[in-house]
T-cell receptor
Framework: DGGITQSPKYLFRKEGQNVTLSCEQN?????MYWYRQDPGQGLRLIYY???????QKGDIAEGYSVSREKKESFPLTVTSAQKNPTAFYLC???????????FGSGTRLTVV | QKEVEQNSGPLSVPEGAIASLNCTYS??????FFWYRQYSGKSPELIMS????GDKEDGRFTAQLNKASQYVSLLIRDSQPSDSATYLC???????????FGSGTQLTVLP
């Protein structure tokens, strides 16, 4: 079945540590997105990519980095520069402009 | 002013009633409008999309769009307890591809 796979489902980060969240899709979608959701809040855009080897910052890109080396994969690294990383991270994709997203199941990141 | 605004609720309706969820947006050039349902602890699920003024119906769900008033709504008829969730409104501003989300309305359907 086609879809988006995010891993891990739960992730714990120590202070000063970088962690990488995985996002893989087999939908043949060109565009991929990373959003962050805090409790009781909507989704805020971190980074997005419309084609391989190209990506743009969203509204809250500071402290995060991404890569898009393959069409299927769009990993997100939460760096130590992100001071408040505890949140629910959602990866999404869509095929063309104007279409709604398909979401992965999310990664819940907690700082310990 | 937030780009996409929703009444955060919570909104409670009795089982079998009509639930009405509202959303306003600030960018007059917005082209695409979506409603997502999100159960607690889960990722959002697309339930409705609408692109032109008027109503669009899909089963118990009706999306309504009024671009002149910059307003989009979702009606859920014959509400069921399984409809209890947070409903997120999302808009594609102007020519952008990425969605801007509202903060969501929490709906509870009481048995």
């Amino acid at each position: 079945d086609g879809g988006i796979t995010q891993s891990p489902k739960y992730l714990f980060r120590k202070e000063g540590q970088n962690v990488t969240l995985s996002c893989e899709q087999n939908l043949n979608h060109d565009a991929m997105y990373w959003y962050r959701q805090d409790p009781g809040q909507g989704l805020r855009l971190i980074y997005y990519s419309q084609i391989v080897n190209d990506f743009q910052k969203g509204d809250i890109a500071e402290g995060y980095s991404v890569s898009r080396e393959k069409k299927e994969s769009f990993p997100l690294t939460v760096t130590s520069a992100q001071k408040n990383p505890t949140a629910f991270y959602l990866c999404a994709s869509n095929l063309r402009d104007g279409e709604g997203y398909t979401f992965g199941s999310g990664t819940r990141l907690t700082v310990v | 002013q937030k780009e996409v605004e929703q009444n955060s609720g919570p909104l409670s309706v009795p089982e079998g009633a009509i639930a009405s969820l509202n959303c306003t947006y600030s960018d007059r050039g917005s082209q695409s409008f979506f409603w997502y349902r999100q159960y607690s602890g889960k990722s959002p699920e697309l339930i409705m999309s609408i692109y032109s003024n008027g109503d669009k119906e899909d089963g118990r769900f009706t999306a309504q769009l009024n671009k002149a008033s910059q307003y989009v709504s979702l009606l859920i008829r014959d509400s069921q307890p399984s409809d209890s969730a947070t409903y997120l409104c999302a808009v594609t501003p102007g020519s952008a591809r990425q969605l801007t989300f509202g903060s969501g309305t929490q709906l509870t359907v009481l048995p």
